[in-house]
């Protein structure tokens, strides 16, 4: 018992945002996870996602969640400190990169994040213009972060703030900064949930947080019975996201390699294009038009034997790309090859 408290345990945050997730669900609408890395899914600003949090994001993929990223990082920084880690093991359906500037999602046909036509000036401004383009409700949406604040006398808005000003589902704060009175949310019906902070104790902050929440969402999927439905919606979510951008897409089979060594002097339509390179990192593609790159992809590269990567380019009309290669020693330094090669394809 809290007596006349009313400060919320923990155990609390879990317990409400479980009912909120079941309601969701139960209203016909898949729950779409959008999280922060500093100090959210991460133990110090700037260093790479924590291993714990990378098997609490796949547990929760695996029984049918839906995940994205909603950072300030762009994809250049958030594929060395997150997605070198995330890729083998799951995708990020969709990813909200430089405070909304980058806005992709994940393509299953391609398997490529691909860039969305829609760029937003804030967090939460990512959100509801990627709910818009989906055309979904925004109340289906969830964020989590650590919501710090810049200022010293007197606070000013921070990077997480603009969410609060959406009428998102759920906003957990698990961040230290505005304890005890916590963070608020413009709409009543958002679910707020703050750590539990007194003068003596705090819980549900940091990364540790992250994951009990985490792991709350995945025990209400697996052990309610809504794994296969998540499923089936996601799969119906993503297949209806590929038709909206009208995607072409090859089969893998019958390739043609490229390579450092041995570069294609010409790609035909018809073959996809395996590259295989020596080094860890991420293909970034697109269809140059005129000088412009009217469509991106980002293509994880995977190793396919000690030294050795590969990824498919399955759209036939990709005719140039470059690499963001990891950083070898995971110092959080990737680099950009700065460097494009060219696909040149036949004339039809």
Same mark, same amino acid.
């Given at each position: ?69 909603? /950072?300030?990082?762009?994809? =250049?920084? *958030? #594929?060395?400190?997150?997605? @070198? ?5 799951? !995708?990020? +359906? ?47 949406? /969830?964020?989590?972060?650590? =919501?710090? *604040? #810049?200022?010293?006398?007197? @606070? ?5 703030? !603009?969410? +609060? ?184």
């Amino acid at each position: 018992m809290r007596g006349a408290s009313l400060i919320p345990t923990f155990q609390d945050n879990l317990h409400q945002l479980k009912a909120k997730l079941e309601a969701i669900i139960m209203a016909g609408q898949a729950p779409i996870i959008f999280l922060d890395l500093d100090d959210t899914l991460n133990r110090h600003f700037g260093a790479p996602i924590e291993e714990t949090s990378v098997s609490a994001l796949r547990n929760l993929y695996e029984v049918g969640g839906l995940l994205g990223l909603d /950072l300030g990082a762009d994809i =250049f920084w *958030a #594929s060395e400190r997150i997605l @070198r880690e995330t890729a083998h093991f799951f !995708p990020f +359906l969709f990813m909200l990169l430089a405070t909304g500037r980058q806005s992709y999602a994940w393509s299953p046909s391609l398997q490529a994040y691909v860039q969305l036509p829609i760029q937003a000036q804030n967090k939460g401004e990512a959100i509801r213009k990627l709910a818009e383009y989906l055309n979904l409700p925004l109340e289906q949406m /969830l964020f989590i972060a650590d =919501f710090p *604040a #810049s200022g010293v006398d007197e @606070r000013q808005p921070g990077i997480d703030d !603009p969410v +609060l000003s959406e009428r998102v589902g759920v906003i957990v704060n698990v961040g230290s900064q505005h304890c005890p009175e916590g963070v608020r949310s413009v709409f009543e019906e958002t679910l707020v949930l703050n750590p539990e902070c007194t003068e003596t104790h705090s819980a549900g902050i940091g990364h540790e947080a992250t994951i009990r929440y985490l792991a709350c969402y995945t025990e209400l999927l697996k052990h309610k019975g809504y794994a296969e439905h998540m499923k089936a919606l996601r799969s119906a979510l993503m297949c209806a996201l590929e038709q909206k951008l009208n995607l072409s897409t090859l089969p893998s089979r019958d390739h043609q390699l490229w390579t450092f060594e041995r570069p294609l002097e010409e790609a035909t339509s018809q073959r996809p294009v395996l590259i295989r390179v020596k080094g860890n990192g991420i293909v970034h593609a697109g269809v140059e038009r005129n000088g412009a790159w009217v469509r991106i992809y980002d293509i994880p590269l995977k190793e396919v034997s000690p030294g050795i990567w590969e990824a498919y380019v399955l759209d036939p009309q990709v005719n140039v790309f470059t690499f963001i290669w990891y950083a070898t020693n995971r110092s959080g330094n990737p680099h950009w090859q700065r460097k494009n090669y060219f696909l040149p394809r036949p004339l039809l």
